[in-house]
DNA sequence: GCCCATAGGTACAACGTTGTACATTCCACC
DNA sequence: GGTGGAATGTACAACGTTGTACCTATGGGC
């Protein structure tokens, strides 16, 4: 017995054609039932596995997308690639993981490098990469956007509602009649600039504004990646100022885990001397003491759309179609750290 | 301009046969230096780009490999797959990252499918796949095995030390002055099985009887699958039989920090009441309150010898080599929940 | 001036699959 | 009893690349 069958040896075995076999194999009609039977025992008893080499030669398709992202150690594209897994696996689909370090040079070598000829389309979540930097997007290959530090580029592109969902995150704050709202992880300046920072920047800003508040500088930390000890630093930097807060909005759940160390630290009670949300919904916001209210941006589904969208084109049902723009939908998933439960990480309102 | 030129279109436009692009591109010597100019000079300008599905359907090698893992959501399978997508760009190779849930269907359809025409080689991560199962790994095809599921399989295996390294974690705790020491995240049942369970809680075992001190069975919390909650209810468990206990060791950081989570609430000092240490160096683990002494069972030197091993035999170099079984090191990195620093997370032993 | 080695190339087949175009059988129907 | 048309198949080319075998100048050694 061969190691690694061909289809031209099951055809052998089997007395008919290769073509036969192929036809078989991929529920072609034009094949007797007896034939079929007898092609697909033979497949089994010899353990032939089409070559996807080959196939993918034959047929311009190879059946992998690829995922770009940062770093998988950042929990958010962790999370991110499972459900973008699970979903390209509803479709028969295998993603190879680029990780880009954040590195510019390397996201734009992942969109323009030898990668294309293998996989047959990529969905790209850029961090270093920017507005000005759109035209490296144009390309003939599949291609869909994720995030928010580019819009109106030629691609499909799969964003979340930042700015109105960070207002209702804020206005989750002010509905629990918390005023003094500390923003921590804003941009270095305030900018129009599109980053998740700014739009959800702006969010915050709508928010107070529009409750008659306003906003006050001293409350809002400027600067640092979205690491545990950016949210850390920035508590300190809030209790080093000497001025009042009773509730902090972090612009991702990093953040906010890093700022209940340092508030659990301090002695501050949380939810009752300074509340938190948080952004992202990340599996460990739920587990964290306290527990983590933080904006739910809707993962999976934006990781099924991005995957849709992504299929669409490699199938160029949409060849030529308008890059389009989708929003994902999100809610507010509360917990212990804005008042909800009993202390027990056990009981949640959400999965 | 065509869009996605082919080596034929490359060699028309430079005058040349196919064959001497291809030479020029593999840096075959058989070509002028002028030749060899000019080529190059066309491959550049014409954005020209080797199809992998040709490459690999005449050369038999892709340059994938692939990572079979339970799931990414759990940050110790993050932070690997991390380590091994590094490995192997190293070494030009990309990675296709297959979930298996922990399911054991999946886990053998993972190792005897159609994946395997596809990549050149697999990392496989078994969860649910066990020492009865040893035969499905037999196969022709490239395959490393990770963790402590399965020993003395047909294949490579990279694995690290278990027993050894959970013994010197109690022996730290020893080191320390307790003597009292939980066992949260035991194996149902004691059992000579080898997994990543026993094997640890026999090294438990090992420090505890070394020392004179002996098991308390009480002391050993067993049953639940190694989460958050599983760390939440073991100390629960402990503080509702009223058993004495000054430290705990927890078979993972993900039971650590549930396990410090629920301490926290109980209002127990850690580490002045309770020491606590885990297992795995998680990243999560440094940005704890308080920060999480754990074993880094070395998942970079993991990774880096699977990805070597891996791709020795897919040269074959080491075609019909005995299988070889490689421990990774491992060393103990203390922080604050058995007494390390100040309190201050960004200070730390190590990176 | 001849032979031979060598550098620099070329032609062709092959990898394993699927699409296109054509072949054969069998039966129903007029 | 010929015609048409399903039903079931087959042969061959093609996808883009690399390995094998070969070809052709050129120049050095004698």
Redesign the interface.
């Known amino acids: 017995m061969n ?2 069958p061909t289809i031209h040896d099951v055809a052998r075995a089997a007395g008919v054609s290769i073509k036969t076999v192929s036809n078989v194999l991929n529920d072609n009609p034009k094949v007797g039932p007896e034939t079929r039977l007898r092609v697909r025992r033979l497949v089994d008893e010899m ?1 032939y ?6 196939r ?2 034959r047929s311009g398709k ?3 997308i690829g995922l770009a992202v940062p ?3 950042e ?1 958010y594209f ?2 991110l ?2 459900s973008v ?2 979903a390209a ?1 509803k479709r028969g689909l ?6 880009t370090n954040g590195d510019r040079e390397l996201e734009i070598a992942t969109l323009s ?6 996989i047959d389309g990529l969905l790209f979540s850029p961090a270093a990469i920017g507005q000005q930097d759109v035209d490296v997007l144009t390309t ?1 290959d599949p291609l869909v956007l994720l995030g928010e530090r580019i819009f109106g580029g030629p691609t499909d592109h799969v964003t979340m509602h930042n700015t109105s969902s960070a207002r209702a995150a804020v206005e989750h704050l002010l509905g629990i009649g918390r005023t003094k709202i500390a923003l921590i992880g804003a941009p270095e300046q305030p900018a129009d600039e599109a980053s998740s920072a700014n739009l959800r920047e702006r969010g915050y800003r709508q928010a107070l504004e529009h409750s008659g508040i306003g906003i006050d500088p001293r409350l809002v930390v400027r600067g640092g990646s979205w690491r ?2 950016t949210g ?1 630093a920035a508590i300190r930097r809030l209790r080093a100022s000497n001025v009042e807060f009773d509730a902090v909005f972090a612009l991702n759940d990093t953040l906010a ?2 700022a ?2 340092a508030l ?2 301090d002695g501050l009670r949380v939810p009752d001397d300074v509340a938190v949300i948080g952004f992202d919904n990340l ?2 916001g ?4 306290p527990s983590l209210t933080s904006v739910d941006p809707g993962r999976d589904e934006i990781a099924e759309t991005a995957v849709a969208l992504l299929v669409n084109r490699i199938q160029e049902k949409d060849a030529r179609a308008a890059p389009k723009t989708v929003k994902s939908g999100f809610r507010i998933v509360q917990r212990e750290s804005t008042g909800f439960g009993d ?1 027990d ?2 009981r949640l309102p959400s999965a």
């Open positions: 190691v690694n353990g596995r089409p070559n996807l080499s080959a993918g030669l190879t059946g992998v770093s998988l150690r929990m962790a999370e690639a499972d897994i699970r696996a295998r993603v190879v993981i680029e990780q490098g030898g990668q294309m000829r293998f003939d545990r000890e850390v885990l890093g209940l160390r659990a630290q599996d460990e739920r587990f964290s003491l202390g990480g056990g």
